[in-house]
């Protein structure tokens, strides 16, 4: 349970081309004060009771360490109270990979911050540039071996999509992601937004953002390698406000208030897909009459948690099923046992199962294939 305390581009250096923290974290007061951190701690705390895993309060928006010490101290200390009673274990915090050194973890550590999570963005010096992050790859680098060395737990804030990004480029920004071992990741498409620099770069034509099938296909890519690599995804897209949503408010770009279900829905179809051409594969060593009873019918089963994003909307992953294979049924089957991602074809080959990063294994094989 994360309880979110919106800082308001507090301790930022300077704006990136892309940013307008108002539409992002809503219309909220420039100042965190007392009173109203206690509210909105005890109101989540009230609202969401504990059920046996970690509480966080967590300060986003900003660049936590590029605040001043004592105004960073005066925050921290409005959670102590939470934190000696035990109402919450532990504070998190977001912040630049510029903003971190030895000292301004010394006083995040004493004051019980376990997570920090670092808004990289890119790791391509070039993409940064033209971003105007004002930051490098090697201070990312360096930021999270000195987290690691402190012992902190530690996120990744990606976005696909950014000024001078490509497929390419974005897709090794995922692997030297991995390389670093975060214990979490965080990645959106970019959006234009309205009074933003990147805005007018839009509107200048020196700017082009992806499509929404774009981005779908960039993060669904990313989200598979990452887990793959055992790294948990933590969120896809933007969390959506009533700003955000306001007309005008996204000038262009891929936005989707339900971004993770689209990109989940994709990984699902490719994965089901992928287990229907094993099953064609084998079929092909065998007998063009097995191949033909094959096609009446396919039994999936995923976990219940999968079961919207793997039929897709309107069940339209189901219709490209019966499509792509010439299937005319499809039966899903939810297994509360089952991991989530996980999905298992049973057919008269055998059974097949791939999980979230695209991995094939055959639990069982027909009689007919041995």
Not at 102 to 131: F, I, R
Not at 242 to 269: D, I, K, M, W, Y
Not at 312 to 335: H, L, M, Q
Request: glycine share 8%; net charge negative.
């Amino acid at each position: 349970m994360i309880i979110p305390i919106f800082l308001m581009n507090r301790g930022c250096p300077h704006r990136c081309l892309f940013c307008n923290e108002r539409l992002t974290a809503g219309d909220r007061p420039e100042r965190v004060t007392e009173a109203a951190f206690t509210e909105t701690v005890r109101a989540h705390l009230e609202s969401a009771p504990r059920e046996g895993g970690p509480v966080q309060i967590a300060f986003y928006g900003g660049t936590f360490t590029g605040m001043e010490p004592e105004e960073q101290r005066r925050l921290l200390d409005m959670a102590a109270p939470f934190l000696r009673e035990g109402a919450v274990d532990g504070i998190r915090i977001s912040t630049r990979p510029d903003g971190i050194d030895k000292e301004a973890l010394d006083l995040l550590q004493t004051a019980g911050v376990t997570t920090v999570e670092v808004g990289a963005q890119s790791l391509h010096d070039g993409v940064l540039m033209e971003s105007r992050r004002g930051h490098t790859e090697t201070d990312t680098v360096r930021a999270l071996t000195l987290l690691r060395e402190k012992g902190f737990e530690t996120g990744i804030h990606l976005m696909a999509g950014l000024p001078g990004d490509s497929p390419d480029l974005f897709a090794e920004t995922i692997r030297k992601t991995i390389a670093l071992r975060p214990d979490m990741v965080r990645i959106h498409p970019t959006l234009v937004l309205r009074n933003t620099a990147l805005a007018h770069a839009f509107h200048q034509g020196t700017y082009r953002p992806l499509t929404l099938p774009e981005a779908t296909d960039l993060c669904k890519n990313a989200l598979k390698a990452l887990t793959a690599a055992g790294i948990p995804v933590i969120r896809l897209g933007l969390q959506t406000t009533r700003e955000l949503e306001e007309p005008g408010a996204v000038v262009a770009g891929p936005f989707h208030p339900a971004f993770r279900s689209l990109v989940e829905t994709a990984l699902f179809r490719e994965s089901a897909a992928a287990l229907l051409s094993s099953v064609e594969r084998e079929n092909s060593a065998v007998s063009s009459r097995m191949a033909d009873a094959d096609r009446l019918a396919a039994d999936f089963t995923i976990s219940p948690a999968d079961l919207s994003n793997f039929c897709g909307a309107g069940r339209g992953n189901i219709a490209f099923i019966k499509e792509r294979f010439g299937i005319e049924e499809i039966r899903v089957t939810a297994d509360p046992a089952l991991s989530r991602g996980n999905v298992i074809l049973a057919h008269r080959n055998g059974q097949l199962q791939t999980d979230g990063a695209g991995r094939i294994t055959w639990l069982r094989r027909g009689m007919s294939l041995t």
